[in-house]
């Protein structure tokens, strides 16, 4: 089972990037992030089939660079003009068939997260 641990977040100034990292134990064909802000049901990120193509939702706008890397069974997330709201746990998640959508309801191996906190 391809088991995610997230590595990468931490507190950090608004305005500048964050790149959040993902290893698996084995390769897949999707990964995908999740962030959850306090009191807040997950919400999907982005997500990347194993040819690169990257998804997007909708909801989180243009700040977002979703990559994977096949050979080391890795993704990474990279966020540009930190904003306090993106204040969050961070999750990546894999699934186990099916689409490769940045949906939580989709997904079936999840991470334990990490923490992500903007400050001004």
């Known amino acids: 089972q391809p088991q995610p641990v997230e590595s990468g977040g931490g507190s950090v100034q608004a305005g500048v990037s964050l790149t959040l990292s993902c290893a698996t134990s084995?390769?897949?064909?999707?990964l995908a992030w999740f962030r959850q802000h306090p009191g807040k049901d997950r919400e999907g990120v982005a997500s990347?089939?194993?040819?690169?193509?990257?998804k997007y939702a909708e909801s989180v706008g243009g700040r977002f660079t979703i990559t994977k890397d096949n050979r080391k069974h890795t993704t990474t997330l990279q966020i540009d003009s930190l904003k306090p709201e993106d204040t969050a746990m961070y999750y990546c998640a894999a699934p186990a068939s099916g689409p490769c959508d940045p949906r939580p309801e989709t997904m079936d191996y999840w991470g334990k997260g990490t923490l992500v906190t903007i400050s001004t």
């Open positions: 084995t390769n897949t064909y999707c």
């Open positions: 990347v089939d194993r040819d690169g193509n990257p």
